[in-house]
């Protein structure tokens, strides 16, 4: 399962660098989204897989015995999620806004802010 | 007592709330965000003060015990940078009541404000990584918001830009986290301290390191890791410009300071220094070329922030007490003094009715003493003494000088004088130079045309980080034996530590 959920992690840390790197800016939203997965599934799996042994004190114990998954990790990638989700929609709309308004979606073409005024390059 | 840390993330958030409630009363949302900064100031520096003689103060919230909870710290170091967020706050709302128009307001450009501000001092305040990562994001949305806000075509093209590569940042920061926990099984900042010493897997440890330096070096806009700002910096009103120059490239250094002292110790951490040592020289170099290129006010100003980054990652990298010290101070009148800068191009803008230098002159004819108001944080941004750069930049190089980095020091001093040079160039184009258009008659420009009172919103603030800066260039001594102690502190984490975690660990 680990092994798996590795390989999982970098075809999507691989297809998401690749998308980042495309001039069209649906693939760059598409490239964020896959980067912002591949976190949180490394932080689900670095944080070691547990099967079936739930965090949960048994009754009359004192404390947990044995081997437990961490529900941290889980926390976490719930925020992050839940971060992730709200950023994602925000980027979304911004970069539909910018091809309304610019007519392009063409990275390549969006240099105007970082070209000298009356430079000719 | 421990519980006033709460204060500087609860009362913009409050703040914040309450003028999304009161969604159509502007007017009162301008008397709340000076209201809110003011009273964040005067909390801010009761924690400075407690900071200053009790030492580190730390609050378990919900009452988890650490590292099981989330802890908020306020070290020395914090509480300077929480001191410093509250003045560009203030300074920012008054501003903000001069120059942003009255759609932007009705779009919540009040409320994001104090958004901002809470998340750049949830960053400060923090004391657990992932929690930090929050803080980032809640000052990233609020920051995206207010650099598209009004959707002007460059606005929408600079964000791209800014968007995408500080979500590509965090996406980095998280999968750090992640390693980071994975192998110390904490993210609390203190606990980790005390763990990353006993690990006996240290095999990725380099790389962690490397991931958080990526990050932090791209919120500080580190050389080859800047190129969203000066894409970016310059599109919004010249009000948001500030509050983004003053203080969000600052919460990179300010991570970076945090995570390569009290984090990952000197031997950990090593390569990181050597990484930073040579990314500070190119930041210092080719930021200033940037802006000396420059013709747009603004975009001179943007690439003069990276070019001043430099400075604090070169003193911050040397981690000698005086070096940390000398690079507290350059950021703290940094902040003053840049946020200052952006304030006045806001002010030449209205006085001339152009950010771009060739087009625009005369305005010290017309009016000196605006002159003296550009002159005050622009030659104390250069270091010409007796204002605060001189002495700033007198300890980095000093500190440089007794640690051997002859070749660096040299990259400084030399970076000082082009600084000097842009700023000159502002001058001359400016203030100096005749107006291309021909004589101009005082007194018929955008700022005149606006009320007395919004005309004191804008001065107000010039004048007010003008006197810090005089200030902190006359008094000096006290300060820096202030920062002095700030940066004993921070090399000696074993206070924090044991100030979270009850010293139990």
Redesign the interface.
Known sequence: MTFLLAVIIGVLYAA?TYL?LRRS?VK?IFG?IF??H???L???T???LTKGAPAFVAEGASGLTGAFADP??QA?IL??IV?GF??QA??IV??K??YQ??GTED?DE?R???Q??GGKS | MNRIIMLPLLIPLVTAVAMLLLRNRVQLHRVLNVVSAALSGVVALAIFSATMSSGVLSLQVGGWEAPFGISLVADRLSAVMVVMSALIGLCTALYSIGTIDEDREHYFYHPLLQLLLMGVNGAFLTGDI?NL??WF?VM??SS??LL?LG?L??Q??????Y??LN??S???F??A???L??MAGTLNMADLAVRIPLLEHRELLTVVAVLFMITFGVKAAVFPLFFWL???Y??PPVAVSAVFAGLLTKVGVYAIMRFFTTVFVRDDAALIYDILLWSSGFTMVVGVLGAV????MRKLLSFHIISQIGYMIFAVALQSPLAVAGGLFYMVHNIVAKTNLFYVSGLVKRLAGSY?LRDIGGLYRLYPLFGLLFLVPALGLAGIPPLSGFWAKLVVIRAGIEAGAWGLTAVALSVSMLTLFSMIKIWNEAFWKDDPRGEQSAGRTEYHAIGRLKQGMIIAPIVVLGLVTVVFGFWFEPFFEMMMLVAEELLEPARYIRSVTGGVL
């Open positions: 998401g980042i800016m760059v964020l980067l912002g591949a976190a949180n490394m932080i689900f670095v944080g070691r941290l990790p976490l925020t992050a971060i709200g950023v925000f980027t911004l970069f806004r910018t308004t610019l990275l969006m105007r802010t970082d000298l005024p | 992932f990562y929050v994001e990233l949305i995206f918001v598209v959707g075509p460059q929408l093209e600079g964000a791209i830009k968007v995408t979500l590509l965090s996406a980095i998280l999968a986290v992640g390693i926990y994975g000066p894409a970016s310059h599109t290129a420059q013709y747009d771009c």
